[in-house]
């Protein structure tokens, strides 16, 4: 199961202002405001199947930040962007924190073309399409733009909570 997001935004880049983008988002409910949050994020970010670790929808900032096309990215899974040494590490903090994660971990990365990429992960657990699955954010180290990701974790735990 995967979603097909490209092409899905109805939004101008006008309608792209903090602002807007905020009624917009909470104008929608559930899986909807989940996804869109999620698609909309200026941040790399994407969701994956806690049981199967299938990614389910990604967004284009991740698709330009690691060089996959859509299709390629949602074929794989987090162990996938990792190198060999992180994999273990992102399968012990994956079963010892199921929950929700509140402090940002920092994480390397690999770039389809196998280049290092240091990022700081943010990540919530929400239902969608009836399933567990976790919603991600990664952000390069040294950004320092944190209230899109801060927004899109609250439409998270809105919609877990409604259900």
């Not at 698709?63 to 590490?89: A, K, S």
């Not at 320092?144 to 439409?155: P, S, W």
Request: charged share 25%; aromatic share 6%; net charge neutral.
């Amino acid at each position: 199961m995967s979603v097909s997001c490209e092409g899905d935004s109805a939004m101008t880049s006008d309608q792209r202002s903090p602002l807007a983008l905020l009624r917009h988002l909470f104008s929608q409910s559930g899986d909807q405001a989940v996804l869109n949050a999620m698609l909309q994020c200026p941040h790399a970010s994407w969701m994956f199947d806690r049981e199967t670790l299938h990614f389910l929808a990604v967004n284009d900032a991740a698709l330009d930040l690691y060089g996959y096309t859509r299709r390629e990215f949602l074929l794989l899974t987090p162990l996938d962007i990792r190198p060999l040494n992180e994999i273990r590490r992102f399968l012990r903090s994956a079963v010892q924190h199921p929950c929700s994660k509140v402090d940002p971990l920092h994480q390397h990365h690999s770039t389809k073309d196998g280049r290092p990429l240091a990022v700081e992960i943010r990540s919530r657990q929400t239902t969608f399409q009836d399933r567990e699955v976790e919603v991600v954010c990664a952000i390069p180290e040294g950004s320092t733009v944190r209230l899109e990701v801060d927004h899109l974790f609250r439409v998270c735990e809105r919609s877990r909570k409604s259900k």
